[in-house]
């Protein structure tokens, strides 16, 4: 093939080693979807929300835990959407095997004040991700082997109009996250300042 002619479409993702809709897979394409990103649009680092919609999905809707910030975020969710989050999470990469267990994990997620239930989910079988360059997760293109575990939640599709979401958790040893999301089901988008 010359050089001329070669594709420049994206790669299509390497299939998840579990149902795509399984809380597994739920966890591994949230990983992919935080991958997705370059740095200046990662969503665990996002300050205001405005990259909250950036490679979603059709079926689910991710919202991000932080890097250790507290951060505020607002963004619109379609109506129907249910949501899938992280209270407390980290990956492996690369991973040989089924990511360590924080033991001394915590987390809390709470959706218009009413406590959400935490489920732990952990991939048992490493998942290729292949992100966007100086990714958050692998800080690369090139596939490569993960494993993610966390405390997650997934919350059924919100009635339209305004919401919060507040997830907090923290790995028992120092390390603590926390995120205000303001969503508005259905609604219009906030708007933010350009920089």
Known sequence: MPFLSRSREPELPAPLPYDPSSPEGLAARWVRWVAAAGPLANPVED????????????????????????????????????????AFTMWECPAEGPPPVVERAYGAVHVDG???????????????????????????????????????????????????????????YGFEVEALYRLAVGGAGPVYPTR
């Open 47 to 86: 300050e205001d929300g405005r990259h909250a919609a950036a490679n979603q999905p059709d079926d689910v809707w991710f919202l991000a835990g932080t890097s250790g910030k507290r951060m505020q975020r607002s963004c619109v969710v379609p109506v129907g959407r249910p949501l899938f989050l992280p």
């Open 114 to 172: 009413v406590a959400q239930e935490l489920r732990e989910i952990g991939t048992p079988v490493p998942f290729v991700v292949a992100g966007a360059r100086l990714n958050g997760v692998n800080g690369r293109k090139r596939p490569l082997p993960v494993s993610v575990w966390g405390l997650w939640t997934h919350v059924a599709p919100l009635p339209p109009g305004e919401h919060e979401v507040h997830l907090s958790g923290g790995d028992g």
